[in-house]
T-cell receptor, first 113, second 114 residues
Framework: GENVEQHPSTLSVQEGDSAVIKCTYS??????FPWYKQELGKRPQLIID?????GEKKDQRIAVTLNKTAKHFSLHITETQPEDSAVYFC????????????FGSGTRLSIRP | EAQVTQNPRYLITVTGKKLTVTCSQN?????MSWYRQDPGLGLRQIYY???????DKGDVPEGYKVSRKEKRNFPLILESPSPNQTSLYFC?????????????FGEGSRLTVL
């Protein structure tokens, strides 16, 4: 079955700098890769997702890149702000089936003022 | 307001005392699922349901049961809770698993089993 590994588990960056979180997956059939943000005490919420037919997707300060050959995908946050402090989860699934969705173990991102 | 509602939000119980965590969504979503969140382990899927009367095991189904008798409800049942089921539980729903992938999560239910 699918396995998703996420690194690093914790990340601290200076406000205004960029943050990168990386995930690898094992099942080459996976074709949908969402990222969820969970603020302290809150529910996870989707911030961006990418499907396997594209290599990169951007939404303002957030971007996700996908390398299908290497089976890894990354979340990039530029010009980080205090409100970016949260736990981020990557996930992988087979989009067009009655699928399980497998989450990474999470990255706790802290933005230093 | 579109939402996924879980109850109870907090529960302390004792080993062996059956309990049910309810989950209800008002978005007419076909897909619903349950996750548990534990430190360092991320979100692990317990069970999911593609539609009414259709359920399937996720990665950690042992000790749990679910049912999907109505489209809007997907209760999680712990027949005989044990301390290793102490966790934060999230219910989630999605319009369907074919055309859209976004999961909408409930606020979470923190369960402690003594």
């Amino acid at each position: 079955g699918e396995n998703v590994e996420q690194h690093p588990s914790t990340l601290s960056v200076q406000e205004g700098d960029s943050a990168v979180i990386k995930c690898t997956y094992s099942d080459s059939a996976s074709n949908y890769f969402p990222w969820y943000k969970q603020e302290l005490g809150k529910r996870p919420q989707l911030i961006i997702d990418i499907r396997s037919n594209v290599g990169e997707k951007k939404d303002q300060r957030i971007a996700v890149t996908l390398n299908k050959t290497a089976k890894h995908f990354s979340l990039h946050i530029t010009e980080t702000q205090p409100e970016d402090s949260a736990v981020y989860f990557c996930a992988a699934s087979l989009y067009s089936s009655a699928s399980k969705i497998i989450f990474g173990s999470g990255t706790r991102l802290s933005i230093r003022p | 307001e579109a939402q996924v509602t879980q109850n109870p939000r907090y529960l302390i119980t004792v080993t062996g005392k059956k309990l049910t965590v309810t989950c209800s969504q008002n978005m007419n979503h076909e897909y619903m699922s349950w996750y548990r969140q534990d430190p360092g382990l991320g979100l692990r899927q317990i069970y999911y349901s593609m539609n009414v009367e259709v359920t399937d095991k996720g990665d950690v189904p042992e000790g749990y049961k679910v049912s999907r008798k109505e489209k809007r409800n997907f209760p999680l049942i712990l027949e005989s809770p044990s301390p290793n089921q102490t966790s934060l539980y999230f219910c989630a729903s999605s319009l369907d698993r074919i055309n859209t992938g976004e999961l909408f999560f409930g606020e979470g239910s923190r369960l402690t089993v003594l």
